[in-house]
């Protein structure tokens, strides 16, 4: 089922989706990285945002 982007619940910032753009943007702005560095990350540590964060050396 794909995401309903008029609801306005609370969303899982505990995962990355590279499949939905809105969270693409969300997550290169806070991270400060491009698209293909976020996609790396995520091949490399799984889509956990904290795992992320540890492979890109930020939080």
Do not use: C, P
């Not at 753009?21 to 540590?45: I, M, P």
């Amino acid at each position: 089922m794909s995401d309903d982007l008029n609801k306005k619940g609370v969303q899982d910032r505990s995962r990355i989706n590279m499949n939905e753009d809105h969270e693409v943007a969300y997550w290169t702005e806070k991270f400060k990285v491009s698209r293909e560095e976020l996609q790396k990350a995520v091949d490399k540590a799984g889509n956990s945002a904290d795992a992320v964060a540890q492979a890109l050396g930020s939080k």
